[in-house]
């Protein structure tokens, strides 16, 4: 079955320390891959996606995320958190097959990030 | 632009009591989509769209029916609601290609007694 997991449901970090929120997926083919942030009581805003080619890519806010497709994962990363990154984080993944509407979504992981 | 509005943003409702919640997209997207965010469960996709006067059932479909008469809006109705749809409601918009992202509305947050 096509999925894809957020293993932690909490991550802390200190302001001014990297930032990693872990996202692995299982899919039989290849898959377009999109974090997703929600800040409280907002809907979800696009941060970044990967489709195809260079494995690290860059989005908005000094977001990036690494494909590593041994691993299965698309892990999203920033150098140096800020407080106001504090928000819940979604992994999501598309498949090559399977209809237009399968956007399947991890079920989030909350970032704290403390001054 | 606006980008994805919904309307309205909070709503109570009894049980067995009806409503529609509108979805409204400035961006001339084809697709269209309706999900369910639940606590630790992420978001499910409830119905989608993926042009004017086509509707297909995502993943939790019982209990909602949709419609999509004009290309900008898609609307989502629940006939007899239950309090297992106490829930937050997104509609999401995006052009055509798998590879595009979905552009998400505020929510709405319903709840169901």
């Known amino acids: 079955a096509q999925s894809v997991a957020q293993p932690e449901d909490q991550v802390n970090v200190a302001e001014g320390n990297p930032l990693t929120v872990k996202c692995t997926y299982s899919?039989?083919?290849?898959?377009?891959l999109f974090w997703y942030v929600q800040y409280p009581n907002r809907g979800l805003q696009f941060l970044l996606k990967?489709?195809?080619?260079?494995?690290l890519v860059k989005g908005s806010y000094g977001f990036e995320a690494e494909f590593n497709k041994s691993q299965t994962s698309f892990h999203l990363k920033k150098p140096s958190a800020l407080v106001s990154d504090s928000a819940l984080y979604f992994c999501?993944?598309?498949?090559?097959?399977?209809?237009?509407?399968?956007?399947?979504f991890g079920k989030g992981t909350k970032l704290s990030v403390k001054p | 632009n606006a980008g994805v509005t919904q309307t309205p943003k909070f709503r109570v409702l009894k049980t067995g009591q009806s409503m529609t919640l509108l979805c409204a997209q400035d961006?001339?997207?084809?697709?269209m989509y309706w999900y369910r965010q639940d606590p630790g469960m992420g978001l499910r996709l409830i119905h989608y769209?993926?042009?004017?006067?086509?509707?297909a059932k995502g993943e939790v479909p019982d209990g909602y029916n949709v419609s999509r008469l004009k290309k900008q809006n898609f609307l989502l109705g629940l006939e007899s609601a239950a309090p297992s749809q106490t829930s937050v409601y997104f509609c999401?918009?995006?052009?055509?290609?798998?590879?595009?992202?979905?552009?998400f509305g505020p929510g709405t947050r319903l709840t169901v007694l």
């Open positions: 769209s993926v042009g004017e006067g086509t509707t």
């Open positions: 999501a993944v598309r498949f090559y097959g399977g209809s237009q509407g399968n956007l399947i």
């Open positions: 961006m001339n997207h084809e697709y």
């Open positions: 899919v039989s083919g290849n898959p377009y």
């Open positions: 999401a918009s995006s052009y055509v290609a798998r590879y595009n992202e979905q552009f």
């Open positions: 990967y489709i195809t080619g260079d494995n």
